[in-house]
């Protein structure tokens, strides 16, 4: 049993880390990514009439905050725990549907039918 547990522990925090080392690499990407935007427009000046280096950029912040908002908070409150425990919820739910079900099956004597028949 501690085996088990402590291989799951290892798969969660290896899954974890892979998360954040995907995130890294995407920020390391954006500066570099960024600066050869910049480059091309402004050095190489390609389409030098516009600017579009900026959006260009901002539309990569904006895809490189929601990978960030996807690891540290989503993945915090809609993980793989907040799954199991909602899941959990769910099933205790429908339990407690069923036995209010069948008291009131009881009460109203339909299992009496039942009995009868076989």
Known sequence: ?????DHEYYEKARKRTKQKKRLYFHFVLFLVGSAFFVLLNKVIKFHPEIDWYVWAIFAWLVLLILHFVNVFVM????????????????IEKHKEKLNKLEVKLEK????DDLEDNS
């Open 1 to 5: 049993m501690k085996a088990t547990l």
């Open 75 to 90: 993945n915090r409150f809609f993980g793989k725990d907040w799954e199991r425990l909602q899941t959990e919820k769910l």
């Open 108 to 111: 109203s004597g339909a299992f």
